[in-house]
């Protein structure tokens, strides 16, 4: 989706268009494509016949014009922080790449250190080398310095950037709007990387043959996927990704012409990138194997859109006031934006959101992660400064783990000014990535340090993210640190919460031995955690889906869930399971609008494939097949071997005619269930007394699954 921005009119009485030479050089910071306009700053006097996809926009102004720069073919305009190619269209870096080219434009023809820059672009953060030369390398690309002519390197030194001042054309300067959403964060350091992303490229015509490929590293997942795109869909070949060490022979014997696969590591990575979606293709060779994952063309889930806690045991998240960086003075619209953000942040129940008052003290800017920590009492901080076009803010925000002073993400978002005071759908993206990025952090900082030296909420967060892994050795290491937190506070009902959830995800994912045992397990803790604490959400929606899945006590489950979303709104766990339990009852037309909540609610959910199984189950009881299938087969591209998505499936086609279709679905899930019947899967179907469980049998049965 691209911006809309409106030509701006003066009114009569304005006095002409200015230059922005003069604004502080603080003003501009971190502003790579937009040019910083206030009424009566700049007249955008209508979009030009040769706009490109984000449209152009023409800005002339009455005083002298400009300097640029020229690098290579390329030119620079210092005061609109925006580079140009020479066809006059726009070059778009990221926000790191764009304050490192700002600052050695300043510097034409002087060598530059590495530490001068690190010190200029990632102020009190620690970062390492790979970030620097990651710039350096989008710079290269963006100028086509393929021979490092423009940009050199002195080696044991440091950058000279060379490049000629250059008087402007007469005519006006294009400027370009940008996308109306960054696809992915402009840096990401949430992940421990365990060496190099190494690139296998088989040509479609040897045979895809280890022999015949070559392979190419790189720091950066995103970087990868850029150079392996134009090898796989432009020139055919194909291209598998490992992360540390070569990619097993399993992996490339799965490789195809044209597509790009990944191993769980490299997946594990896109996380961190939106723009970055790969399918799950299974168990390669056998499910002894490790699973592959394929980049899809067509984003996260084909495009579908969806229709309380102790102190010590959580993080606290600081959420400032934004920062108007064409004003010096506090702005009441970064207020708004931090309001709104920690009141949606604060239905999180991982997560302690330090109250804005508090925060309200950095409404000034300039803040330094020291005083935050000291003053705040903050592990996390998020911040950012905004930029005002007319009715439409430019977003830049900025999140860190202070104690480590780690940058976490960097991400750039345009909204219109409107959504802050209506429905502000951004906010519930930006939360996801706070809770992702603090999730990956301590599972990554769990990993690194003895258990005994962790904080309590590093071992709780690492325990929720490793459960929710698609590996059975990392949901054993999950139940290994459960257990280390129920030993340091044996009186305190979280751990046990997320235990009983243990046992249930152990069910669901087909990893239980006695599933009726892991039953009575997770009973066992949500009950003892209910005695400590009765309104405790997780608890209460474990307890309902024992009570459900595996009792068949309906009432007594709709009863948890009702006073689990009594406590919690906005409990997408609760939520997605009472929409389920609702359809087994042949009441989806209630349970739809809280499955559909649920998707809204976590959109980045680890564990997103149950909540969409769940959907298409509720789609399927009003008997909107076609959307059933829709969300079954979206499931399915987050988890291949979810039997309970592939049945979804099943039933859905069988119901619509697709009969064929139908019947390969059930081959699939025979394969992965050879001991699946008609008649014991009812049994211990919830809706088995119901017509909705009547009906679904009989689809089964129709779709060549034997009684």
């Keep these: 989706m691209t911006a809309a921005l409106t030509p701006y009119s003066p009114p009569p009485s304005d006095p002409g268009v200015m230059a922005q030479a003069a604004m502080p050089a603080r003003s501009r910071r971190g502003v790579n494509f937009f040019v910083e306009r206030f009424p009566p700053l700049f007249n955008l006097r209508g979009k030009s016949e040769a706009a490109g996809p984000g449209g152009m926009f023409c800005v002339e102004a009455d005083e002298e014009p400009t300097e640029r720069i020229a690098l290579g073919e390329t030119f620079y305009v210092p005061v609109h922080d925006q580079l140009i190619a020479q066809d006059n269209t726009p070059v778009y870096l990221r ?251 604060s239905a999180a129940e991982e997560i302690n959101v330090i109250s804005r008052l508090s925060t309200a003290a950095f409404a000034k800017g300039a803040q330094n992660l020291a005083d935050i920590q000291k003053y705040l009492n903050a592990e996390f901080v998020l911040s950012g400064f905004f930029i005002r076009r007319g009715e439409r803010l430019q977003l830049n925000l900025e999140f860190a783990d202070v104690t480590s002073q780690r940058l976490l993400w960097s991400y750039r978002v345009e909204i219109a000014m409107a959504d802050l005071l209506g429905d502000f759908e951004a906010a519930h993206e930006i939360v996801a990535k706070i809770r992702r990025a603090i999730m990956i952090n301590e599972i990554r900082r769990a990993s690194i340090r003895p258990l005994e030296s962790l904080q309590t909420y590093t071992l709780i967060l690492a325990a929720v993210g490793l459960m929710h892994r698609l590996s059975p050795q990392e949901f054993s290491k999950a139940r290994g640190l459960l257990d280390h937190l129920k030993d340091r506070a044996p009186r305190h009902p979280v751990p046990l919460a997320w235990t009983a959830r243990w046992h249930l995800l152990r069910v669901v994912q087909g990893w239980s031995d006695d599933p009726y045992e892991d039953a009575q397990a997770a009973l066992g803790c949500t009950g003892r955690a209910l005695d400590m604490d009765p309104e405790n959400v997780l608890a209460l929606a474990c307890e309902g889906h024992v009570l459900t899945n595996l009792l068949h006590r309906l009432d007594d489950a709709e009863d948890r869930y009702d006073l689990a979303l009594e406590t919690n709104p906005s409990d997408a766990n609760a939520r997605a399971l009472r929409g389920m339990l609702l359809a087994f009852q042949d009441r989806g037309d209630e349970g739809v609008p809280d499955t559909e909540r649920a998707l809204r609610l976590a959109p980045l959910d680890p564990h997103r494939f149950f909540y969409l199984a769940m959907a298409a189950g509720a789609w399927l009881t009003p008997g909107n097949f076609e959307k059933a299938e829709e969300y079954a087969r979206a499931s399915l591209r987050l988890n291949r071997t979810h039997l309970s998505s592939l049945r979804m499936l099943a039933v859905a086609q069988q119901k619509s005619g697709k009969y064929e279709a139908a019947r390969e679905t059930v081959a699939d899930l025979m394969r992965l269930q050879p001991g699946l019947r008609v008649n014991s899967w009812l049994k211990s179907s919830p809706s088995a007394d119901f017509e909705t469980g009547r009906r679904f049998a009989q689809a089964l049965r129709d779709a060549g699954v034997p009684d």
């Design 95 to 345: 926000a790191q790449s764009s304050k490192v080219l700002r600052y050695l434009t300043k510097r034409l023809g002087r060598v530059v250190t590495r530490e001068e820059l690190v010190n200029h672009v990632w102020p009190n953060l620690a970062v390492t080398d790979d970030s620097l030369t990651q710039c350096i390398s989008d710079l290269r690309r963006a100028l086509g310095d393929k021979e490092r002519k423009v940009l050199k390197t002195i080696p044991k030194r440091g950058f000279v950037l060379h490049g000629e001042v250059i008087a402007p054309p007469v005519t006006a300067v294009p400027v370009f709007a940008p996308s109306e959403t960054s696809q992915e964060p402009v840096d990401a350091f949430a992940l421990q990387m365990d060496g190099p992303i190494i690139a296998h490229i088989l040509d479609g015509q040897m045979g895809l043959t280890l022999g015949a490929g070559r392979q190419m590293q790189f720091g950066d997942i995103a970087e990868a996927v850029s150079a392996a795109k134009p090898l796989a869909h432009g020139q055919g070949m194909a291209v598998v990704l490992s992360m540390g060490q070569a990619a097993t022979p399993d992996l490339l014997a799965a490789a195809q012409p044209g597509r790009i696969l990944a191993d769980v590591s490299v997946r594990e990575l896109a996380h961190q990138h939106p723009g970055l979606f790969f399918e799950d293709l299974g168990h390669v060779g056998g499910l002894s194997n490790p699973r592959a994952y394929r980049l899809s063309e067509f984003g996260v889930e084909g495009g579908l859109v969806p229709v309380s806690l102790d102190q010590p045991m959580l993080p606290s998240v600081a959420i400032l006031p934004l920062q108007n960086i064409q004003s010096d003075a506090p702005d009441v619209l970064g207020t708004v934006f931090a309001d709104l953000i920690s009141g949606t942040l």
